[in-house]
């Protein structure tokens, strides 16, 4: 709440929130969540993002159904801490209940949600992408411009812009059979069907979302995928309940206190291999295998779905704590840790389902997909009209009509557009890149640090604009959370 200076009376709180992806919608519910608890004060919340994508975002918003949630159905929902709340919409709306759905129904059931906390907590949702952000330093609020509207001030702003842009690793951007962005998969274009050859850059679940779907919609008899390291997630495994012991905020909190806020790279590595042992893991020898190349890790994992139900279950465990303590390890013990252990890690978490597991290894068995090993090189021909795939000492490995670009978010924002937000914010020296990706930022109060003005206390990154300063908060389950821990700092913590 601010006092207004003109007459006097305490003024309600303008709060915007610009995106409403899941970051968006996440912060738009931890508000709620005050509301309901009676923690709320009077506060006025306008938001904003293009009808399209209002309360879903790009991943979620409406396509095929061939692309599946890779998270269980009763291990998501609009509120981290009432996940059985999407799995009944699943079961009333489409009588199914199947572990993994259609991302869109996902989409679908996040915008009902959104309608009714609009409604409850008389939020206004503005259809539009903020143009430019102003910052006022002698009001302290920032100044919000959408085209052909009055600017509009607020006290505080949640930046929840997620969707960054996609790498060009080959810089192909201008060449006719080359798709940048694969989403939505059903609008990929027409002309690729049986007859055509494709080539899918990256291995990850986007790119694994494409396969599936070029194999059963458009029902190509080849596909080829690489990937640097040519890596894929493995199954997703049965779930294990473990108590955890070392691994817990109470052993991070008391070392933490006893070591002046200082975690080593060596005594998180020690807290992991011990609760792994108790589970006859061989937490370094695991990791190895999982980072091979090709299909072997994934194939099996289909034999040990309990053993990786337990690393499944230390990874998120390990991840939800280092959520909140990465910014104790020093820039080298976190740069240690992300060399060694986190693709493997990420990999683990990623679990895919047995239907997506399914289309790569028989794929691969009946020769329908083929894994480039150590591709160099991705050109296009303009003579030939024709993409060639080169690998190492110049050998052409293969020759393609389509090139669909499944790697991941340019996280440190080197290609921006210039009329994009976070371009003009960077510009006016608002905000500024993490060296490890996303914006710097003040991680204890989870707010923006500013080369211009220091400590923008009313300025809060969300999502993927905090890669980098935190660790993985990526999930539709760390991305709330996350909101919801610094809303209830900023009103009932206070
Ligand atoms: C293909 C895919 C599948 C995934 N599956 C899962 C899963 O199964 N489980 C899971 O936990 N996680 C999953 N994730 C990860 C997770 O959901 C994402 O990390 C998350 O969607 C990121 O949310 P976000 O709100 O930060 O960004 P986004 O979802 O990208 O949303 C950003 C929003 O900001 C809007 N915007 C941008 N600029 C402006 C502007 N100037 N004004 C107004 N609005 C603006 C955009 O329109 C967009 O809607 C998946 C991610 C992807 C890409």
Known sequence: MKRNSLKGLIAIERIAIIGMGISGTATLTAYWKLQQAGQLPDVSIDYYDSLENMGCGPSFNKDSEHALLNTRTNEIGFDYENQEDFQRWVEENYHSQAAYVPRQWFGEYLQERLKSMTEQLKAKSI?????????????????????????????RVHLCTGDLPKMDFYELKDTPGYVHDPYPLRELPQEITSQTSVVIIGTSLS???????????????????????????????????????????????????????????????????QECQRFAIDFDET??????????????SLQ???????????????????????????IQ?????????????????????????QAIIQGEDDGQLLILPDVTDLRYDETSEIYQIIQDGGKVLAEVDWVINATGLDLHMRDLDAKDLLAQALNQAYIERHHAGGLTMHVPNKHIISPRFGDLENLHPHGMLTHGALYHINSVYSIQRYAHELVQALYVNA
């Open 207 to 273: 790119a694994l979302d494409v396969l599936k779907y070029l194999q059963e919609v458009r029902e190509l008899s080849l596909i080829h995928i690489f990937s640097r390291r040519n890596q894929f997630p493995i199954i997703n495994p049965t779930p294990q309940a473990i108590t955890f012991k070392y691994l817990t905020e109470a052993t991070f909190q008391s070392y933490l206190t006893d070591y002046h806020g200082h975690l080593t790279y060596d005594q998180l590595l020690t807290w992991i291999r």
């Open 333 to 357: 013990d976190q740069d240690r840790f992300l060399d060694t252990y986190d693709q493997a890690l990420s990999l683990i978490k990623a679990g895919i389902p047995d239907s997506s597991a």
């Open 304 to 330: 040990q779905r309990d053993f990786y139900g337990y690393l499944e279950a230390i990874a998120m465990e390990l991840t939800r704590i280092l959520n909140h303590h990465w910014h104790t390890l020093s």
């Open 287 to 300: 990791i190895q295998d999982v980072l091979e190349s090709g299909t072997g890790p994934l194939r099996a």
């Open 127 to 155: 259809a539009a992408h903020v143009e430019s952000l102003c910052y006022l330093p002698e009001r302290k609020q920032w100044r919000v411009q959408v085209t052909s509207a009055e600017p509009v001030y607020y006290d």
